[in-house]
């Protein structure tokens, strides 16, 4: 079989690139995508906390937040399959980050850029935290930044589902395999080599691969990417008390929380000398006793006494180089495209990404939204793109 276009990965990413593509009335080729996995038991699509914020420090990912904020509203009609439109459970519950001295001249920093971009953040001093959010302990704060528009959370699987939907509603083909190698000639790659012994020509290629096969997809083109595969746990809980409108609140010590449900989900990234590279999904409940619990019990009382429910683990795709999506061609392979290394950003920047990769292949430059400086070239340029708030 032939395909202008592989695909390699099928999750939120590469589902995403798969509609957008097939949608544009300026593509007319074929689209595969190769997805190893259909069932999505160990993608971080289906294991994220899913959620949506403008709250960045580089003006480019504020902007992408702002369009995926505009497609979880508005984007379901056009996800719509014979009728059936999506329901992505989008709640703009906000955000909200919490900072002491310390933390507060970056908090003012990034708003000026947010501002100038359009997000709707406000800066909160303690008085009107407290007054906002009574259950708050607001010992040791000086600064919080609320996000109460476009900020929130979402049913992650539904908006991968509802991509992948509509992307076979236009033709586009999801094969159930796994890529083990790249045919290459003359520095493009023209054939994708399958473990079931099948080779799929074309035209071009996409790595979507994530955290489990970016850099191995690369490799076999001849390239690298610096990603690495780590490990996020997400722990939930239900308490005694009620916190009325809760956002998502980001504690001074990284700890995050949200509402779920009539309960809690929270998480922490770990500290880098005890976050190791791997693949396994092993809870670690020491994280949840030792870190988790003791940060939230301090900053919300009500949180003193829970009831600790169940967990899990998801893969992590970390750009150890700056920690900022990569996406764009890659190295010296023209034909070879990547969106990797989203570094726990990934699945609400999937419909930005997608529509800007798709733009970039059918059209050879973006149009809705400039994502040139996640271009992968900013690597061996040493030019990293510093994002300072990263959760």
């Not at 990965?9 to 798969?18: D, K, R």
């Not at 902007?63 to 014979?82: C, P, S």
């Not at 900020?151 to 999801?174: C, H, I, N, P, T």
């Not at 994530?210 to 610096?226: H, I, K, N, Q, S």
């Amino acid at each position: 079989m032939t395909y202008d276009v592989i695909i390699v990965g099928g999750a939120v990413m590469g589902s995403s690139v798969a509609y957008h593509l097939a949608a544009d009335a300026a593509f007319r080729g074929t689209v595969a995508v190769v997805e190893r996995d259909p069932t999505y038991a160990r993608a971080a699509s289906a294991l994220s906390a899913s959620s949506i914020r403008q709250q960045f420090s580089c003006a480019i990912n504020v902007r992408v937040g702002l369009h995926g904020a505009r497609f979880l509203r508005e984007g379901a009609r056009a996800l719509e399959v014979d009728g059936d439109a999506p329901d992505f459970g989008f709640r703009e519950g906000g955000y909200l980050y919490l900072a002491t001295g310390a933390g507060a001249p970056i908090l003012r920093e990034n708003h000026v850029v947010q501002s100038a971009v359009g997000a709707d953040i406000a800066l909160l001093s303690p008085d009107e935290l407290a007054r906002l959010f009574p259950w708050i302990s607001t010992d040791g704060l000086s600064l919080g930044g609320f996000g109460h528009a476009g900020e929130g959370w979402f049913d992650g699987y539904a908006l991968m589902r509802a991509f992948r939907r509509k992307a076979q509603s236009l033709g586009v083909a999801f094969i159930a395999d796994d890529v083990v190698g790249l045919q290459m000639r003359d520095g493009r790659v023209t054939g994708v080599e399958t473990a079931k012994g099948g080779v799929l020509s074309c035209g071009a290629v996409v790595n979507c691969a994530g955290a489990a096969g970016a850099r191995a997809v690369a490799r076999m083109a001849g390239l690298d990417v610096p990603i690495s595969s780590r490990k996020r746990c997400v722990f939930t809980f239900t308490a005694k008390s009620p916190t009325p409108g809760m956002p998502l609140m980001i504690d001074p010590s990284g700890v995050y929380v949200r509402p779920e449900g009539s309960g809690y989900i929270c998480g922490v990234s770990p500290p880098e000398s005890l976050d190791p590279e791997t693949d396994d999904h092993d809870v670690d409940w020491n994280l949840f006793e030792e870190t988790i619990w003791p940060a939230l019990a301090a900053r919300v009382p009500a949180f003193e006494e829970i009831r600790p429910g169940r967990a899990w683990a998801g893969s992590y795709d970390l750009n150890v180089f700056d920690h900022n999506a990569l996406v764009g061609t890659l190295g010296t392979v023209a034909n070879f495209y990547v969106a990797a290394g989203f570094s726990g950003h990934g699945i609400q920047q999937a419909p930005a990404v997608g529509l800007g990769l798709s733009e970039l292949i059918a059209k050879g430059r973006y149009e809705t939204l400039d994502l040139s400086e996640f271009s992968p070239s900013r690597i061996e340029a040493r030019r990293p793109l510093i994002e300072r708030n990263v959760i």
